[in-house]
């Protein structure tokens, strides 16, 4: 089994319903559902498009997905995470939009916002202790992945290539797009994501997601509301 630490919204929420619409799965109870046709596209389409990004879910990364580490058991995972979201205040981000991020598209911060940044930071280290390391299959994989030197660095120390100052804060919405396909794909979302799109997002949630076996969809655990005082 593997852990991770995402950002997801509150169940039920408007962006968790839209972001769970648009992938086909809610990760809070693991319903499957049809996808939406709009500006011209399919639900076949859709589906076809976010086939990865519905295995994990609605979600932005904080921490990446490993095993727990030997001595330590879920439910003292799961104290240690409602623990931490208790004295760890929420993130507002003044403006996010629907940009291509990687050869796929995500919603993510217009410009840099360091207290993000450093969130990220502390969920990393702080959570470093409960993290059991990764298989040498899975290692090498990510090694081939076109990593930079520093990139190798931060998988071999922190278990994710993209942590720390390599840390870039997406909310996944597809897989890789074919380039005849980008532009009515980018006007689908940018019409089902419309109230959020160019709108501020409160980082204020911390997911525990979990999947059960290689392969397998992320399932959210449970999950906390960052209460701490700003």
């Known amino acids: 089994m593997r852990y991770a630490l995402y950002y997801v919204p509150e169940a039920g929420s408007s962006f968790n319903d839209a972001g769970s619409r648009w992938l086909g799965r809610d990760a809070y109870n693991d319903r499957f559902f049809a996808q939406p046709g709009i500006n011209g596209l399919t639900p076949w389409q859709i589906a076809e498009r976010t086939l990865n990004a519905r295995r994990y879910g609605f979600h932005a990364t904080l921490k990446a997905p490993a095993p727990l580490a030997g001595h330590v058991s879920e439910a003292d995972y799961v104290r240690a995470v409602a623990e931490f979201c208790k004295t760890t205040p929420a993130v507002v981000l ?14 993510v911060p217009v410009e840099p916002f360091p207290p993000l940044n450093a ?60 380039d005849g396909q980008k532009d009515v794909f980018v006007a689908a979302m940018k019409q089902h994501f419309k109230p959020f799109d160019g709108a501020p997002l409160s980082i204020d949630r911390l997911g525990i997601f979990v999947e059960d076996q290689p392969g397998a969809p992320f399932r959210i655990l449970d999950s906390f509301a960052l209460e701490g005082a700003a």
């Open 119 to 178: 969130l990220e930071k502390d969920i990393v280290m702080h959570f470093e202790p409960w993290r059991g390391g990764l298989n040498d299959e899975t290692m090498e994989k990510q090694r081939r992945g076109n990593l930079t030197d520093r990139q190798i660095e931060l998988l071999e120390r922190w278990g994710y290539a993209h942590a720390m100052e390599e840390f870039r804060f997406h909310v996944t919405l597809t897989d890789r797009i074919p």
């Open 94 to 107: 003044p403006k996010v939009e629907i940009q291509s991020f990687s050869n796929i598209y995500a919603i």
